[in-house]
């Protein structure tokens, strides 16, 4: 394959890996660092591509062996992530200060709940260990096949599918008993707080009937509202929507003040 080919086809697929990698890091600038990086050992490494496995999936490897390199040593983020990060953000007024300047002059800084809970997701899917989290975004937002994900993360397929099911489950388990708005029982805390802040002259309900999602899970189990929460992130490009900086700016501050907590907890 040459450079050329290499390039062209890494454009195809970049935005893909850009969301991926932040999901595992939650770091805007760490995430820019290992695509570039990515982009620069595929072509270094261009000549030893034999074609076993596509192109795209090959990529994702090198790059999910630079995230593994890089938070193999970090602590796992706890289940009270969204806990923890809001009662730091009520002493912090530097933090809404900033948010709601960005509410009201960034293309990019609309408040909706749905985006927010793939925030959450996010978040929370930081307390799974590393090899669960890395097989479940693969699988279940990114689409690559147990073969493929055992191809890119160096695993046995059992293996993956064993990942897989753990990882599933917790998070099955985490926002059975965390995420009111799709458990049957209306609307998150944190959400309604947040729209409430960003948007105030909007009405709950109203933000509320917009979302397909919260009109179909009273009809579903729980299998069936992870799988509503997977299409919120399928839907979702962290880096483009219209919610991306207000939500980029979140997670740079849970990011922060989980650095803090964790070095405490150290």
């Known amino acids: 394959m040459t450079t050329y080919k290499l390039s062209s086809e890494f454009e195809t697929f970049q935005g893909e890996l850009k969301s991926y990698i932040l999901r595992m890091t939650a770091s805007v600038q760490d995430t820019e660092d290992i695509v570039q990086e990515a982009y620069l050992k595929a072509h270094s490494k261009i000549d030893t591509y034999r074609g076993e496995a596509s192109l795209k999936t090959w990529v994702f490897a090198i790059a999910s062996n630079l995230v593994k390199d890089m938070l193999r040593a970090k602590k796992r983020w706890p289940e009270n992530v969204t806990d923890i990060c809001k009662e730091a953000s009520l002493n912090n007024p530097h933090f809404f200060e900033e948010a709601l300047q960005i509410r009201e002059t960034s293309p990019q800084g609309k ?8 925030f959450c997701f996010t978040c929370v899917s930081k307390s799974l260990p590393l090899e669960q989290h890395l ?14 994900i055992a191809q ?4 046995t397929d059992p293996m993956v599918k064993y990942y ?3 990882g599933r489950s917790k998070m099955i388990d985490i926002f059975d008993h965390r995420c009111s708005l799709i458990n049957k029982q209306g609307i998150c805390y944190q959400c309604t707080e947040l729209n409430g802040i960003f ?4 009405k709950e309900q109203e933000e509320l009937v917009k979302n397909a999602m919260v009109k179909e899970a009273n009809n579903k189990n729980k299998e069936e509202l ?11 490009d962290p880096f483009e929507s219209g919610a991306a900086e207000l939500q ?12 803090t907590y964790l070095e405490k907890k150290s």
């Open 248 to 259: 980029l700016h979140h997670l740079e501050h849970n990011r922060e003040v989980m650095k």
């Open 111 to 118: 408040f909706e709940i749905k985006e927010h809970i793939a």
């Open 199 to 202: 948007n105030p002259k909007q």
């Open 135 to 148: 097989a479940l975004l693969l699988k279940e937002v990114y689409g690559f096949k147990v073969k493929e």
């Open 226 to 236: 992870f799988e509503l929460r997977m299409e919120i992130l399928r839907e979702l």
């Open 164 to 166: 897989l099911h753990k």
């Open 152 to 155: 890119i993360i160096d695993q």
